[in-house]
């Protein structure tokens, strides 16, 4: 049982780790979760390797892969929610989404001192936002992530908690697997 949990919470950690570290170091390589998704399949081999089954392996596999893509994410949100700084934008233009973003509105945004904010802002934005309004702004004082609009409670942690629940579902099936590895005959 302790050697599952090791591998469980360790596994985790890992799979996390260069995505988080990507956040907190400005790294656009390691924010990408692409480092993260080969851990992952690290850990998938490192699992079949002890003979933990293709049952559980598969979904390990699965969930591995969404932890290492939205660890970085998290990692931002935990970022902005305890290190950001909040403060308003002015919106130079609007435009709506498209595709699968169509009911999505993306403001171009300036600081109140005359500096473009980089790449558009959707949270905060919507088809009544009008060029020359304030939209509120989140962001990192040290410039890590890109900035973002707030939405109306403030900050949307829903993002956080999934992540983090499937960070814990990753660690609790890898226990799992392992402790299942073992192949325990009955008392004779």
Partial sequence: MAEGVVVGAAGCATVAAPGVAGTLLGSDVLRSGDVGIMVALGLVVFLLFLRAGRALVGPIAVLGVCWAVSAPKAATEVLL????????????SVAAGEG??????????????????????????????APGDRIGLVYDPQ???????????????????ESLGTGLALATLSTVAVVRSYHMDPPG
């Fill in 100 to 129: 699968r973003a169509a009911e999505r509105h993306y403001c171009s945004v300036r600081h109140p001192d005359g500096t473009p904010v980089p790449g558009r802002i959707w949270r905060g934005c919507s088809a009544t936002t």
């Fill in 143 to 161: 410039g890590r992530v890109p900035p973002r609009g707030l939405v109306a409670s403030g900050h949307d942690r829903g993002l956080l908690a």
């Fill in 81 to 92: 929610v305890w290190g950001g700084e909040i403060g308003s934008a002015v919106v130079t």
